[in-house]
């Protein structure tokens, strides 16, 4: 995520007055810190982005976005919640990817009350 990226997002929850989830591929270097963590952390290390450009204290400032959902690591399915902001990945989906994980999917659940839940689907469960 570019800092171009993070003054858009800051510009817009600003604004915004309803709370949001935020998807994107490369995990941002919070999920570095993963101790406490629940589910499966196979890879060597998590692969973030190269630099912190300060999106996740922007997050935590505007208390707006409630969690952020990865992928890129093919070996982790993890969540971890940090600052009240739930770090997850999602499981991997498709069969051209490395890794023996059993492929699925993330479900995400928002209740009318805003509680939000997670919990991994897995192919031979569907």
Do not use: C
């Amino acid at each position: 995520m570019s800092t171009a990226q993070v003054e858009w997002y800051r510009d817009f929850v600003e604004e915004d007055t309803v709370d949001s989830v935020v998807f994107m591929h490369i995990p941002l270097r919070q999920f570095i810190d993963s101790e406490g963590y629940v589910g499966i952390f196979n890879e060597p290390m998590v692969y973030a982005q190269g630099v912190d450009t300060g999106f996740f204290d922007a997050m935590v400032e505007f208390d707006r976005s409630k969690g952020v959902f990865v992928g890129h690591d093919h070996l982790n399915d993890f969540y971890v919640i940090q600052e009240g902001i739930w770090l997850v990945y999602g499981r991997a989906t498709g069969y051209n990817g490395y890794g023996n994980l059993e492929r699925g999917g993330r479900h995400i659940e928002i209740s009318s009350d805003s509680i939000m839940s997670t919990h991994v689907v897995l192919g031979s469960e569907v």
